[in-house]
T-cell receptor
Framework: GAGVSQTPSNKVTEKGKYVELRCDPISGHTALYWYRQSLGQGPEFLIY????????DSGLPNDRFFAVRPEGSVSTLKIQRTERGDSAVYLC????????????FGPGTRLTVL | AQSVAQPEDQVNVAEGNPLTVKCTYS??????LFWYVQYPNRGLQFLLKYITGDNLVKGSYGFEAEFNKSQTSFHLKKPSALVSDSALYFCAVRDKSGYGGATNKLIFGTGTLLAVQP
């Protein structure tokens, strides 16, 4: 079956621009997560959705970052006024509901802010 | 604060030899522990998890991990390494802090690069 998909795979933008990153989770997975992975580091949590609502957004670094999941499936991570420090690989994952179920990750979007 | 540590940046092993990738954790209560593998330019792939029960957990691709509560460790092992096992391995723990005491976010270690020489 299809796994988690993310688009675009690469995004190059200029400092100050707005970007949107898309995640399409595994069908039937109610939980969706966004992580950010910088070079040489492990993924760092950004936000977690259960259904349409953000159950935990404690990892969003500041108010330039925002994510939505309006219909409980596809999610979009939005970054305003991008900065060079936002450059990283943004990973999306989904899982079957809450609890201890494993998260399945997409291939990521590599964001480069020039 | 919940955390995991992977003390080795890189592990080198010859093909056919046993391998161990180390992970220690710090959590309150019973931990939920995971291992993921990341191949170049690909997403993280789930290998195995420990929730409860038998301390030896078997996972994908012949990997297993041993949960040791007294040593707060969850080391990844494989009896016979393959060159194709060469990749970046991440240990993770489910965070139990905040938002009423339970959240689904994973806290990852910094990763260990496994290099298997032919």
């Amino acid at each position: 079956g299809a796994g988690v998909s993310q688009t675009p795979s690469n995004k190059v933008t200029e400092k100050g621009k707005y970007v949107e990153l898309r995640c399409d989770p595994i069908s039937g997975h109610t939980a969706l997560y966004w992580y950010r992975q910088s070079l040489g580091q492990g993924p760092e949590f950004l936000i977690y959705f259960q259904g349409t609502g953000a159950a935990d957004d404690s990892g969003l670094p500041n108010d330039r970052f925002f994510a939505v999941r309006p219909e409980g499936s596809v999610s979009t991570l939005k970054i305003q006024r991008t900065e060079r420090g936002d450059s990283a690989v943004y990973l999306c994952a989904s899982s079957l509901g809450e609890g201890y179920n494993e998260q399945f990750f997409g291939p990521g979007t590599r964001l480069t802010v020039l | 604060a919940q955390s995991v540590a992977q003390p080795e940046d890189q592990v080198n092993v010859a093909e056919g030899n046993p391998l161990t990738v180390k992970c220690t954790y710090s959590v309150s209560g019973n931990p939920y522990l995971f291992w993921y593998v990341q191949y170049p330019n690909r997403g993280l792939q789930f290998l195995l998890k420990y929730i409860t029960g038998d301390n030896l957990v078997k996972g994908s691709y012949g990997f297993e991990a041993e949960f040791n509560k007294s040593q707060t460790s969850f080391h990844l092992k494989k009896p016979s390494a393959l060159v194709s096992d060469s990749a970046l391995y991440f240990c993770a723990v489910r965070d139990k802090s905040g938002y009423g005491g339970a959240t689904n976010k994973l806290i990852f270690g910094t990763g260990t690069l496994l290099a298997v020489q032919p």
